[in-house]
């Protein structure tokens, strides 16, 4: 393997020697042996790190992987450890300087190498907003696939993308209700009612606000009824029923009533067809009131007792569909026109559709289906809908594949065509196909025309639908989609409900919309000084001046909250459903913040004792026991002072001083030997390993954008990207243009191996 990805690496030792050897003894040995060596050595390799074979300059080349984790951790302070003498700050970058140099004259004389990318089967939520974009269909149909299995920590990677006859199944269901539905031969549905239930638990009375998700089965008119319950304390105060569609305010209409409990209120929205969350509020609901108990098990503040969906009604069809009218173009030509209409309509839908031009074989093949369905007696209608279906079970529809003009050779180093650069940026930027232009501009050859790429993402990220950066990279990146299955315990935690939920997943994702969108610094997403608030996320956050229900942009004043790191949604999803976790926070930060993530903990692991912390013991006291295991102890002093920085937050992101009987103690050291006393300090500490985050987010959002996991053969590029990001204040812009300009991003090998007539 080794040879296989370096192929000329080691033509270069004897050079590399020649340069760097009489350094070596000087240089590195010295530092090895007054370091290093007395730990790490043939009899006792701690770590099983033996330093004392490295003796030479070729000796250290050898084996770079494990000289270049040494030098990290050097350079972080985190080696020599806590209690024994540390080298000088000189002596270390002397050190350090050396070794990177002779690793850079390598990669600057080693033929660069931009991998290849497996041919890439479409995610699910690729797959949804491909058809969006295709036939202007707005349910989401990959909702019902089996969910799509990660890989270097994204589901968009094509070697872990597999398709199971569970997954083949789909497609084939999907295609033809898809297919139906744009064409406007879907049957019309009898309208029905569907209630749901305000339930409340054991020790608490039903909140004042009710989500629901629900599958409407077309696109159509729909009533959103919301009854109510309970009483006001005052029958006089008028009430607000506020009813949110994804979020998104529909109507609020006001009650007057002294008895709630039967009334109802009603709106009729236009809704598309699929999974939509609906969200009905009673206001003014205050968490404290909504704890009081009235008599005969009534309270004495309102709720939503329940939320009924009835339709639909208007079912659009036909003429009135917006995908109907993307796709017949040409009218209904009668009797033999029709077949040159069908040609008219197929041929630019298949392009679309194959990421590229269709063949004048493709489309006749298409359009045959749309004879043979007439043949068989079924409207011109029916019959582009069995088009369609064909279209969207090609592998060319499924797959995202690229062609190597030599695949047998693995030194064959080509540029990808312009229309595979096409897809590569749309799904990257949009996780969705090439719009018109971006087609017009691979269709032109003009991609790689100076200054043209750039403006095609420029022009991209201003688009709508960039949000899937947000709701996709930084979904998994921040692991903000974990935030769908967080339970915190509703009696510890009655303040956390589902809108609360949400405004904390909306807040994440502004910021990071923000910092994309108006190119700013990625350091603002450990420190940034503002961030997007809704009323009810401020009133958690204990921040004044923040009234109704849209969220905006407010500039933060407290050293309390800043940057992503304080974020609810962050501290919600690396917490226990009743605590508060050390490991979960620190654990997330040395992944997503210090680009060092930690190993798996060793197994049988004995846990922490639920039941006294925060009341026999604080839970500082809990891990400093639990860190006298020497085996939990060398990642524990790493992991644990992070999380302890955050321990000011508690499980749902609220500033605290005590946990249960014990003061807040928020202090740390980390291995560098710096310490820290507030949350605000750590952040402080954090900035200055800017180059460690920054170069972590730069490996992400490549991979990311890649759909492959990164090798040693693509350093080089990174270093290239980090050195041209720090230069311009580490603007996301900045690393969105250098990620797409970059050879991994614009090349391909090919890789010798064939599977079914398709290079793999």
Known sequence: MRSLIFPHLF????????????????????????????????????????????????????DRDKFESVINRVKSGEMPPKGLPRPKETEVKAVTGFIEAEFARIDKN?????????????????????????????FKPADDFPADDSGYGFDNIGDVLTLSPVLLDKYLASAEKISKMAVGVAPNI?????????????????????????KFPVEAEYDIRTGLGGQ??????????????????????????????????????????????????????????????????????????YVEIRGPYKQKTGAELESYK?????????????????????????????????????????????????????????????????????????????????PDDVAAVHAVSEYEMASRLSYFLWSSMPDDELLKVAGEKRLRKPGVMDAQVKRMLADAKSKALSDNFAGQWLQLRNMDSVKPDPDKFPAFDEELRESMRTETEMFFDSVLRENRSLLDFIDGKYTFLNEKLARHY??????????????????????????????????YPTRTSVVLRGKWMMENV???????????????????????????????????????????????????????????????????????????TLPSGKSFKTPDELKAILKTSKDAFTHGVTEKLLTYALGRGLERYDRPAIKSIDQKLAADDYRFGRLISEIVNSAPFQMRRGDGVKVAGITK
Not at 111 to 123: F, H, S, Y
Not at 545 to 565: A, M, Y
């Open 110 to 138: 080693t033929k660069p190498d931009p991998g290849r990318v497996t041919a890439r089967r479409l995610n699910k939520t690729e797959y949804n907003n491909t058809i969006r974009d295709l036939l202007a269909v707005r």
């Open 542 to 575: 204990g921040i004044d001046g923040v009234q109704g229900n849209e969220f905006r942009r407010v500039d933060l004043k407290t050293d309390q909250r800043s940057g992503v790191l304080t974020q609810g949604s962050i501290l919600t999803i690396t917490s």
């Open 326 to 406: 993307k796709i017949f173009v040409c009218g209904h030509a009668p009797g033999a026109h029709q077949a040159e209409c069908s040609r008219k309509v197929l041929a630019p839908l298949a392009t679309h559709a194959y990421r590229r031009p269709a063949t004048d074989s493709e489309v006749t093949k298409l359009a045959g289906f749309v004879d043979l369905a007439q043949k068989q007696g079924d409207s011109f209608e029916q019959g582009m809908a069995v088009a369609i279906q064909a279209m969207l079970v090609s592998p060319q529809f499924l797959f995202r594949i690229e062609r190597d003009p030599k």
């Open 190 to 214: 009898r309208a029905s009612a569907e209630r749901f239930k305000n339930q409340s638990g054991p020790k608490r009375v039903p909140s004042p606000t009710l989500g629901v998700k629900y």
């Open 594 to 668: 210090l680009n060092a993530p930690p190993p798996p903990p060793p197994p049988n692991v004995q846990l922490l004792d639920e039941a006294t912390v925060g009341k026999a013991a604080s839970l500082r006291a809990q891990m400093e026991k639990h860190r006298a295991n020497a085996m939990c102890a060398s990642c524990h002093s790493k992991i644990d002072p992070l999380g302890f920085g955050f321990e000011n937050y508690d499980p749902i992101g609220r500033w605290r001083t005590d946990d249960g009987k014990f003061p807040v103690d928020a202090t740390g």
């Open 11 to 62: 033509l270069l030792l004897p050079a590399a020697a020649a340069l760097g050897a009489d350094n070596f003894p000087k240089v590195v040995q010295p530092f090895l042996a007054k370091n290093c060596v007395g730990c790490h050595n043939e009899k006792n390799h701690s770590g099983e790190l033996n330093l004392q074979k490295f003796n030479s300059l070729e000796s250290m080349i050898a």
């Open 232 to 305: 006001r304390i005052d029958g006089k105060e008028k009430v607000q029923v506020t009813v949110f569609l994804d979020g998104k305010e529909l109507k609020t209409e006001e009650l007057l009533p002294t008895q709630q409990r039967g009334r109802f209120a009603e709106v009729r929205i236009p809704v598309p067809q699929g999974e939509h969350t609906l969200r009905a509020r009673l206001l003014p609901p205050t968490a404290e009131a909504a704890q009081i108990p009235g008599v005969n098990g009534q309270t004495r503040t309102g709720f939503v007792d």
